[in-house]
């Protein structure tokens, strides 16, 4: 079967996802509660760890060119793996920094930024429609995350729920990564040969002014959503939704992603990816409205998730479909390192950008701010486009 790799990729992708990235917010109450530490203690760990994935994607990217993506891939599901089964011990405060930081190498190695990157550059302008069925899948990363993280803890305490991801990451992500990524690369191993150039050449696309919108304006959307999905459950608790209600409106923001991906799909026809892209920053814009009402109709919870979920689940197909039309195909691993290391760097910036904005002035102050982030993402993103149309007249 021609889609099996890319199967096998969505539902690595998918368990890896829950492990790694999902379970912090997951289990932030959790560790609040029962490690006694403050929140913006706790999330600057996964500031840490996303900020040291954003630091190692260019190298990732290069592995990538080079045609070791599937081993790379591998091996950071396996240690990633083993670094939450180490959580699963630690006592103090320094521990887990430590291995929160390691977890960050594993998530530049792991995630879709290296996984999208080797199916752009193995099938080239026909990777559009693979990694839509990568994340057709692995948007219900989340709905499993929140789900297991919470009942397990409650059930037999946060360290068997850590545990229990850890072992999954080994025991079932590392060996569906390496069967999908290899296949991946020896399919499209002429291109992967094909596409050599000089070392005076691999940096040039950073002089580019459509580089730079581009990668600022999707790393403050990543800086919005980071935020918006790290403190969403404080959040919500702190307008008095009920528990149960807060965790069955955040399960549902993965199966919104594979909406919003379904109906981009059934759009694509009739609309530009340009078009899918600025939806994509004025939905994260008007999530965040939703959000802000829901404080005194709950009922707006529903069509925030809608928005929230559905903007995410487009933009994460959209960023390296519009990369290849704005930058190119050329040395794609390496653009898309570049841009990873910018569109990380908002996301290792976001969970404690948010504690130290919630610490000023509570979530008052930081919901309109959100606002602001996803229009000003929408400018420079217009003005990268712009800027290309301007230079192919």
């Given at each position: 079967?021609?889609?099996?790799?890319?199967?096998?990729?969505?539902?690595?992708?998918?368990?890896?996802?829950?492990?790694?990235?999902?379970?912090?917010?997951?289990?932030?109450?959790?560790?609040?509660?029962?490690?006694?530490?403050?929140?913006?203690?706790?999330?600057?760990?996964?500031?840490?760890?996303?900020?040291?994935s954003?630091?190692?994607?260019?190298?990732y990217?290069?592995?990538?060119?080079?045609?070791?993506?599937?081993?790379?891939?591998?091996?950071?599901?396996?240690?990633?793996?083993?670094?939450?089964?180490?959580?699963?011990?630690?006592?103090?405060?320094?521990?887990?920094?430590?291995?929160?930081?390691?977890?960050?190498?594993?998530?530049?190695g792991?995630?879709?930024?290296?996984?999208?990157?080797?199916?752009?550059?193995?099938?080239?302008e026909?990777?559009?429609?693979?990694?839509?069925?990568?994340?057709?899948?692995?948007?219900?990363?989340?709905?499993?995350?929140?789900?297991?993280?919470?009942?397990?803890?409650?059930a037999?305490?946060?360290?068997?729920a850590?545990?229990?991801?850890?072992?999954?990451?080994?025991?079932?992500?590392?060996?569906?990564?390496?069967?999908?990524?290899?296949?991946?690369?020896?399919?499209?191993?002429?291109?992967l040969?094909?596409?050599?150039?000089?070392?005076?050449?691999?940096?040039?696309?950073?002089?580019?002014?459509?580089?730079?919108?581009?990668?600022?304006?999707?790393?403050?959307?990543?800086?919005?959503?980071?935020?918006?999905?790290?403190?969403?459950?404080?959040?919500?608790?702190?307008?008095?939704?009920?528990p149960?209600?807060?965790?069955?409106?955040?399960?549902?923001?993965?199966?919104?992603?594979?909406?919003?991906?379904?109906?981009?799909?059934?759009?694509?026809?009739?609309?530009?990816?340009?078009?899918?892209?600025?939806?994509c920053?004025?939905?994260?814009?008007?999530?965040?409205?939703?959000?802000?009402?829901?404080?005194?109709?709950?009922?707006?919870?529903?069509?925030f998730?809608?928005?929230?979920?559905?903007?995410?689940?487009?933009?994460?197909?959209?960023?390296?479909?519009?990369?290849?039309?704005?930058?190119?195909?050329?040395?794609?691993?390496?653009?898309?390192?570049?841009?990873?290391?910018?569109?990380?760097?908002?996301?290792?910036?976001a969970?404690?950008?948010?504690?130290?904005?919630?610490?000023?002035?509570?979530?008052?102050?930081?919901l309109?701010?959100?606002?602001?982030?996803?229009?000003?993402?929408?400018?420079?993103?217009?003005?990268?486009?712009?800027?290309?149309?301007?230079?192919?007249h």
């Open positions: 079967m021609k889609d099996r790799p890319i199967l096998l990729l969505a539902v690595a992708q998918t368990l890896i996802w829950a492990c790694i990235y999902y379970s912090f917010p997951a289990m932030l109450l959790h560790w609040e509660e029962a490690l006694g530490w403050s929140r913006a203690d706790l999330t600057g760990a996964i500031t840490l760890a996303v900020f040291l954003a630091f190692c994607s260019p190298l990217g290069r592995l990538i060119d080079a045609g070791k993506g599937a081993l790379m891939m591998t091996t950071a599901a396996v240690l990633g793996g083993g670094c939450l089964i180490m959580l699963s011990q630690i006592e103090a405060l320094w521990q887990f920094y430590l291995i929160w930081g390691v977890i960050g190498v594993c998530m530049a792991s995630l879709y930024e290296p996984c999208f990157a080797l199916i752009t550059r193995a099938r080239g026909h990777a559009k429609r693979a990694i839509i069925l990568v994340t057709l899948v692995a948007g219900f990363a989340g709905t499993i995350s929140f789900p297991v993280a919470h009942s397990m803890s409650l037999f305490g946060w360290r068997i850590v545990m229990l991801f850890g072992l999954t990451a080994i025991l079932l992500v590392a060996p569906l990564m390496w069967l999908g990524a290899s296949a991946v690369e020896r399919a499209g191993k002429a291109r040969i094909a596409d050599v150039h000089p070392p005076t050449t691999q940096r040039s696309f950073l002089y580019s002014p459509v580089f730079w919108c581009l990668a600022l304006g999707f790393g403050l959307g990543a800086l919005m959503h980071g935020i918006t999905l790290h403190h969403l459950l404080p959040i919500l608790d702190e307008r008095a939704i009920h149960e209600v807060a965790i069955v409106a955040i399960s549902f923001i993965g199966p919104m992603q594979v909406a919003g991906r379904l109906a981009m799909m059934a759009a694509e026809r009739h609309v530009s990816n340009h078009a899918i892209a600025i939806t920053f004025i939905m994260m814009a008007s999530s965040v409205m939703l959000l802000i009402g829901a404080a005194v109709t709950p009922a707006l919870l529903i069509a998730v809608l928005f929230f979920g559905g903007a995410y689940g487009m933009v994460s197909i959209i960023r390296p479909v519009i990369a290849r039309e704005l930058l190119g195909e050329r040395q794609f691993g390496a653009k898309s390192g570049a841009l990873a290391l910018v569109y990380l760097t908002g996301s290792a910036s969970p404690f950008l948010g504690s130290l904005v919630w610490s000023w002035g509570g979530y008052d102050l930081l309109p701010g959100l606002i602001l982030l996803a229009l000003m993402g929408l400018v420079l993103y217009v003005c990268a486009q712009k800027l290309v149309n301007k230079n192919q």
